[in-house]
């Protein structure tokens, strides 16, 4: 088990609130980052699809011009948190990975399964066997989350040795 002295040395002072919010700033990235990568990708780089396929080109661009700028108002504004946290000497590099798996994996199981398959925005891509890449998709999204959680609850146990926790935190 890898422990960073100044990890451990940190979180004996850290308020519970701020350890959520390492979580919570970790997952608004990892939403941000993993569609920004979706973005850049698959609708401008492979131009596999659109956010929203079911009009013209044009409406398409401009839903990914939407997406784009709702990605990247996400990832500025979990880097704001991140540097309030690392202002305040309260970032915790280990929760905060966490939280980035937990957001990026959540987001691209979500994106998959209702916006590709319930609601029918679009397709990962169209004119070929679809299951290749929906279980791509899915599998990729399940081990970010897994990862995420093993993260998660490894920082907890961290975080809980040093004796943050909500009665003295």
């Given at each position: 088990?890898i ?6 040395h ?10 959520h919010r390492?979580?919570?700033s970790g997952?608004?990235?990892?939403l ?7 973005e850049?990708v698959?609708?401008?780089l492979l131009h596999w699809h ?13 839903s990914d011009g939407?997406f ?7 990832t500025?504004?979990?880097l ?7 202002r305040r000497?309260h970032?915790l590099?280990l929760?905060w990975?966490?939280?980035?798996l937990l ?7 979500y994106d998959?399964?209702i916006q590709?398959k319930?609601m ?8 070929v ?6 279980m791509a ?10 990862i ?12 809980k040795?040093t004796?943050?926790?909500p009665?003295?935190a």
């Amino acid at each position: 088990m890898i422990r960073d002295k100044n990890y451990i040395h940190k979180t004996s002072a850290i308020p519970n609130s701020f350890i959520h919010r390492n979580l919570w700033s970790g997952m608004l990235f990892g939403l941000g980052l993993i569609a920004f990568v979706d973005e850049v990708v698959f609708h401008q780089l492979l131009h596999w699809h659109h956010f929203y396929d079911k009009a013209t080109t044009v409406i398409g661009l401009i839903s990914d011009g939407f997406f784009h700028a709702l990605s990247w108002f996400a990832t500025v504004g979990s880097l704001f948190m991140v540097a309030d946290l690392r202002r305040r000497k309260h970032w915790l590099p280990l929760r905060w990975t966490s939280g980035v798996l937990l957001g990026a994996g959540i987001f691209n199981l979500y994106d998959g399964t209702i916006q590709h398959k319930v609601m029918q925005l679009h397709q990962i891509r169209y004119n070929v066997d679809i299951l290749p890449y929906d279980m791509a998709w899915h599998i990729t999204s399940g081990i970010m989350i897994i990862i995420g959680i093993t993260l998660y609850i490894h920082s907890g146990r961290i975080i809980k040795s040093t004796g943050a926790n909500p009665e003295n935190a």
